[in-house]
């Protein structure tokens, strides 16, 4: 694993001493506060409020919270401890639909214990501890070669423009799109980043904005009503987000307002990456149309961090997530390399 020298200033998620430690992601930019868990119920809780969040990272998390809800286990079969497991899979599994990791890992997990049913019980709890730290270990190397890969798209000059969060926060990295940004920059490119304040939730000024300010990149925030103008005016090179499923056309679910972006970048004949790890990659679901989008609650709109911005009783729609059609995106970068369209075919 070649970790360059960008090193996140925060341990996104970690798993020390049979617990899993977070940073808590709804208190930043303004506190840096971990927290610790000990039960699948707390992990869901901090899947659920996003306060660990970023497809990557809730894959990690689901497979830490499994080992949450089965360490302990007293069944003395492994009818009984499948029980056990099932129950907490399909508990976590069903916390936040989009993002395909979350249950990508947690079918991981339980497949390695089908694979390991002959085990004793506590033989089969260590094997199953040591895959969830596999799957994190992973992530990490997937994000250094998504960077290696992206950075090749990348001039020394370029500004680029990102969307949500797909760096070392939402990941157990340094990111996605953002590892390609940490790589090049790394590779002695001058590279200046426009973020997206990604409303409603504000993962672009509160977490991007912080985490690449924290490692002494150049970010300037822009509401999302202001990409056009910044890219009329000439300003963006390139776009590069993350994902939280890709469908098997190519068709890539991501944070609400990444379509809108996609088709800003294609007027504007700017190149539009998708950055994402394989286990984004759905290949169960043929095209976007099937991609599950979580919706939210109302007040997260009306009522964003506290301070009411639309009237009682009003009708809110709110997605947490959008389709950009396979059509409008320049290619996919992953940690196998970068794969330009057809993508099915390719
Ligand atoms: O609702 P969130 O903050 O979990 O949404 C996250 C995103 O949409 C990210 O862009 C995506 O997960 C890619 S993260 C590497």
């Given at each position: 694993?070649?970790?360059?020298?960008?090193?996140?200033?925060?341990?996104?998620?970690?798993?020390?001493?049979n617990k899993v430690r977070?940073?808590?992601?709804?208190?930043?930019?303004?506190?840096?506060i971990?927290k610790?868990?000990?039960?699948?119920?707390e992990?869901?809780?901090?899947?659920?409020?996003l306060?660990?969040?970023?497809?990557?990272?809730?894959?990690?998390?689901?497979?830490?919270?499994?080992?949450?809800?089965?360490?302990?286990?007293?069944?003395?079969?492994?009818?009984?401890?499948?029980?056990?497991?099932?129950?907490?899979?399909?508990?976590?599994?069903?916390?936040?639909?989009?993002?395909?990791?979350?249950?990508?890992?947690?079918?991981?997990?339980?497949?390695?214990?089908?694979?390991n049913?002959?085990?004793?019980?506590d033989?089969?709890?260590?094997?199953?501890k040591?895959?969830?730290?596999?799957?994190?270990?992973?992530?990490k190397?997937?994000?250094?070669?998504?960077?290696?890969?992206?950075?090749?798209?990348?001039?020394?000059?370029?500004?680029?423009?990102?969307?949500?969060?797909?760096?070392?926060?939402?990941?157990?990295?340094?990111g996605?799109?953002?590892?390609?940004?940490?790589?090049?920059?790394?590779?002695?490119?001058?590279?200046?980043?426009?973020?997206?304040?990604?409303?409603?939730?504000?993962?672009?000024?509160?977490?991007?904005?912080?985490?690449?300010?924290?490692?002494g990149?150049?970010?300037?925030?822009?509401?999302?009503?202001?990409?056009?103008?910044?890219?009329?005016?000439?300003?963006?090179?390139?776009?590069?987000?993350?994902?939280?499923?890709?469908?098997?056309?190519?068709?890539?679910?991501?944070?609400?307002?990444?379509?809108?972006?996609a088709i800003?970048?294609?007027?504007?004949?700017?190149?539009?990456?998708?950055?994402?790890p394989?286990?984004?990659?759905?290949?169960?679901?043929?095209?976007?149309?099937?991609?599950?989008?979580?919706?939210?609650?109302?007040?997260?709109?009306?009522?964003?961090?506290?301070?009411?911005?639309?009237?009682?009783?009003?009708?809110?729609?709110?997605?947490?997530?959008?389709?950009?059609?396979?059509?409008?995106?320049?290619?996919?970068?992953?940690?196998?390399?970068?794969?330009?369209?057809?993508?099915?075919?390719?």
């Amino acid at each position: 694993l070649d970790k360059g020298n960008t090193d996140m200033p925060v341990n996104t998620i970690e798993w020390i001493n049979n617990k899993v430690r977070i940073i808590d992601q709804t208190e930043l930019p303004l506190k840096t506060i971990y927290k610790e868990y000990s039960t699948p119920q707390e992990v869901w809780e901090a899947i659920k409020k996003l306060r660990v969040r970023g497809a990557p990272a809730i894959g990690v998390a689901g497979a830490f919270g499994v080992c949450l809800g089965i360490q302990t286990s007293t069944s003395t079969s492994y009818p009984a401890f499948k029980q056990e497991l099932d129950t907490v899979a399909d508990y976590l599994k069903n916390c936040r639909p989009t993002a395909v990791n979350l249950s990508w890992a947690i079918e991981r997990m339980r497949r390695t214990s089908e694979d390991n049913k002959s085990l004793p019980i506590d033989k089969l709890i260590n094997i199953l501890k040591a895959e969830a730290i596999r799957i994190f270990e992973e992530d990490k190397l997937m994000c250094r070669q998504m960077g290696e890969f992206g950075a090749t798209l990348i001039q020394d000059g370029w500004t680029v423009l990102t969307h949500c969060n797909a760096g070392g926060l939402a990941t157990a990295d340094y990111g996605t799109a953002l590892a390609v940004i940490y790589k090049a920059v790394e590779q002695g490119k001058n590279i200046k980043v426009y973020a997206d304040e990604t409303r409603p939730l504000l993962q672009g000024a509160r977490l991007t904005a912080w985490e690449l300010m924290q490692n002494g990149i150049d970010v300037t925030v822009i509401c999302d009503n202001m990409a056009a103008m910044v890219m009329g005016q000439g300003k963006i090179n390139a776009v590069f987000v993350g994902a939280d499923r890709i469908a098997r056309n190519g068709d890539t679910a991501n944070k609400i307002g990444t379509y809108g972006v996609a088709i800003l970048a294609k007027h504007h004949r700017i190149p539009f990456y998708i950055v994402a790890p394989s286990s984004t990659i759905d290949p169960n679901i043929p095209d976007g149309a099937h991609i599950p989008i979580e919706e939210r609650a109302a007040e997260e709109i009306t009522c964003g961090f506290g301070k009411q911005t639309a009237p009682d009783g009003v009708k809110v729609y709110n997605p947490a997530f959008d389709v950009t059609p396979a059509g409008l995106i320049t290619a996919w970068v992953t940690d196998k390399g970068i794969l330009q369209p057809p993508f099915d075919k390719n």
